[in-house]
């Protein structure tokens, strides 16, 4: 006799394969760079890529990622960048806004001159390119037919 599965198993494994997919082809240290370029000029403090804030901006950018891996076949089917990122701008716009309170909070006292809007656009800035490397990874997987 066959084994019933319901929908949300058979989901959450195609969810669990698509992201091993996505994450063999990231390097942590292209995310290690892209961290320093991003948020250095902000926080002088962030020279330690071994700390927790950095560890935590690393998080960050693989969650980003793999939301665009996600939305990455529908380029894929001929839909552009901008309307892929639409579809997913409620997910993006939460990513960004938890990764810049995830910054404030960790905002040393001595760096409170620094203004938040400045956090909050390097904030959506680095979610923002992070979704775009995962999209655009997902659609070459997808033309190379690598689901």
Known sequence: ???V???SDVKRQKDF???KNLLKELSLTQIIQSVKACLTPLFPF???EKGILSEGCIDFAIEAYLLGGRFGVFGYYGESMQRASARSAKEEEELSFDFFEYLCNWT???Y???EQREI???SCQFIKSWWTEGFLEREKQCKLRMR
């Open 112 to 114: 409170s001159s620094i």
């Open 46 to 48: 962030l020279q330690d």
């Open 120 to 122: 909050y656009e390097a």
């Open 5 to 7: 599965l319901s929908f």
């Open 17 to 19: 394969e698509l992201e």
């Open 1 to 3: 006799m066959a084994e």
């Open 108 to 110: 040393h006292e001595q």
